[in-house]
């Protein structure tokens, strides 16, 4: 019979009988052990006559003075003891993070992944000597999928990402960024930002993207026309077909670092789109390891707006 057919045991001593055992061996009397384990004294005597039945043995002699071990019963004690201790143990194990304490295991999107991830994963590698980091970059769904699966402890998506596995994942706000618009550098653009969004030629992430599906709710919820030119997989190729001369695009704030260098570009307030919301997304009954949480703060200190052009810190 292979192990995986075998059947289950059936212990003939729960964890309250054991107890019963362990504290009268330990303490010599019923009167004792029923005050330490919190029952009366009928209950703990009862439990030691279901054990002694189960087992066919005598557990103790009943004295005057007190309880004491048979030879079968101090030959058991140890088992039964090691037996509550295993169990204390596996009490704890499920109380812990997956991950062990110098291992964060984390996922984001690419537009936390650019510069305010990595500015806090550097902060806190400085903090946390030893630490090993790995990091998975993929779109909101996958993430959680990954999530869901224990690939990762965290992920950081957009609140638009969504996933059948909701009733499995719980979310909580991590902090929101702007919206903005970028241009290419020599462009004449209208008064009003969103004008030139409208007028385009517009470059935009691909429609699984859940930026793009905020921008678009959000364009549509002011009547205003979006029709992408130029659709590409991330941020830094939107950056670079703007600095070219492709068209313009509206990004996260978060996204770019007015002061890191790379394609130029000029960045305009888009202040009639809503800023998008970033949040953390864990288990539910799964606790975070500490450097996960240690992370969330370093992202979200405050949970406050990032404004246009921002760096984030």
């Known amino acids: 019979m292979s192990t995986a057919s075998r059947p289950l045991p059936e212990p003939r001593a729960d964890t309250a009988t054991l107890q019963a055992f362990v504290a009268v061996a330990r303490l010599g009397t019923v009167g004792r052990a029923a005050q330490a384990i919190g029952r009366t004294q009928p209950s703990v005597s009862a439990r030691l006559a279901s054990l002694e039945r189960a087992w066919e043995i005598?557990?103790?002699?009943?004295?005057?003075?007190?309880?004491?071990?048979?030879?079968?019963?101090?030959?058991?004690?140890?088992?039964?003891?090691?037996?509550?201790?295993?169990?204390?143990?596996?009490?704890?194990?499920?109380?812990?993070?997956?991950?062990?304490?110098?291992?964060?295991?984390?996922?984001?999107?690419?537009?936390?992944g650019r510069v305010m991830l990595p500015r806090a994963l550097g902060r806190l590698a400085l903090e946390r000597a030893g630490?090993?980091?790995?990091?998975?970059?993929?779109?909101?769904s996958s993430l959680l999928a990954a999530l869901d699966a224990g690939v990762i402890d965290v992920a950081l998506v957009a609140l638009e990402a969504r996933s059948p596995a909701d009733d499995r994942i719980e979310t909580a706000l991590v902090f929101e960024s702007a919206v903005e618009l970028i241009v290419p550098p020599r462009r004449r653009t209208p008064a009003r930002a969103l004008d030139a969004l409208a007028t385009g030629p517009v470059v935009a992430l691909q429609p699984?993207?859940?930026?793009?599906?905020?921008?678009?709710?959000?364009?549509?919820?002011?009547?205003?026309?979006?029709?992408?030119?130029?659709?590409?997989?991330?941020?830094?190729?939107?950056?670079?077909f703007v600095s070219a001369g492709l068209g313009v695009a509206a990004v996260p704030a978060v996204a770019f670092d007015r002061d890191a260098p790379g394609p130029a570009v000029r960045r305009l307030a888009l202040p009639e789109v809503p800023s998008i919301r970033y949040h953390r997304a864990s288990r539910k009954g799964v606790p975070l390891p500490d450097a996960a949480l240690r992370l969330l703060h370093l992202l979200g200190a405050g949970r406050r707006k990032l404004a246009p052009g921002e760096p984030a810190r």
């Open 58 to 112: 005598r557990l103790f002699r009943r004295e005057a003075r007190g309880m004491t071990l048979t030879p079968e019963g101090a030959r058991l004690l140890p088992r039964a003891e090691a037996a509550l201790a295993t169990l204390e143990e596996l009490d704890r194990e499920a109380g812990l993070p997956v991950s062990a304490p110098d291992v964060l295991r984390i996922g984001s999107g690419d537009a936390l």
């Open 131 to 140: 630490l090993t980091v790995r990091v998975l970059e993929g779109s909101g």
């Open 208 to 240: 699984e993207s859940a930026f793009r599906r905020h921008l678009e709710a959000a364009l549509a919820a002011l009547r205003v026309p979006f029709r992408p030119a130029v659709e590409v997989g991330n941020l830094s190729l939107v950056r670079r």
